[in-house]
């Protein structure tokens, strides 16, 4: 079964760090770019970060480049997101996803992990 | 950025409507718009990409339709599990965006 997992997600406060893991199973994962997608609580889905199968190329929303950071581990099937800084506008529930039809990462997201919860707040 | 913008952000329908929902993004787009629905409390799911192909296991009653600037999602006989938000986005460009949702409720 394809399946992606996150983990790391907990109360943090601002100005702190967090890390999030998305482990891939079911298929390779460095076949595919992978997303992070976030959805504050009532809210819709924003699209936050992105790399590349290799790991050489990454893409940030504006709202947190500067501050979290993407990268891969494709050995572990594994992506994380580094995030540093965090606001009280950070505070979503994070999704990793995996990006299908078309080999420059444009394209539908599935499979979708369960999501990991950050909550920012002193 | 493309913007996406959904039509209407609610409805509540009875099972057996048809039920429409649209979405029109800020530029052309050809054919790149999908469509998630997401259950509450569960992460979004995919139903149908490149416009009209349902992916597999989702139901004949969803389909879709358009092109360029203006798209359709339709289910043609509403059901109790059809509840949940459905999401449309764009696959033309980086970043990929979505548009604000549609929230389906059973009257």
């Known amino acids: 079964e394809v399946q992606l997992v996150e983990s790391g997600g907990g109360l943090v406060q601002p100005g702190g760090s967090v890390r999030l893991s998305c482990v891939a199973s079911g298929f390779s994962s460095s076949n595919y770019w992978m997303y992070w997608v976030r959805q504050a609580p009532g809210k819709g889905l924003v699209w936050v970060s992105r790399i590349s199968s290799d790991g050489r190329s990454t893409n940030y929303a504006g709202s947190v480049r500067g501050r979290f950071s993407i990268s891969r581990d494709n050995a572990k099937n594994t992506v994380y997101l580094q995030m540093n800084s965090l606001r009280v506008e950070d505070t979503a529930m994070y999704y990793c996803?995996?990006?299908?039809?078309?080999?420059?990462?444009?394209?539908?997201?599935?499979?979708w992990g369960q999501g990991t919860l950050v909550t920012v707040s002193s | 950025d493309i913007q996406m913008t959904q039509s209407p952000s609610s409805l509540s329908a009875s099972v057996g409507d048809r039920v429409t929902i649209t979405c029109r993004p800020s530029?052309?787009?050809?054919?790149?718009l999908n469509w998630y629905q997401q259950k509450p409390g569960r992460a979004p799911k995919l139903l149908i990409y490149g416009t009209s192909t349902l992916q597999s296991g989702v139901p004949s009653s969803f389909s879709g339709s358009g092109s360029g600037t203006d798209f359709t999602l339709t289910i043609s006989s509403l059901q109790p599990e059809d509840s949940a938000t459905y999401y449309c986005?764009?696959?033309?460009?980086?970043?990929?965006?979505f548009g604000g949702g549609t929230k389906v409720e059973i009257k």
């Open positions: 996803a995996r990006a299908v039809g078309n080999a420059y990462g444009y394209g539908w997201l599935d499979p």
């Open positions: 986005q764009q696959s033309y460009n980086v970043p990929l965006t």
């Open positions: 530029q052309n787009i050809s054919n790149y």
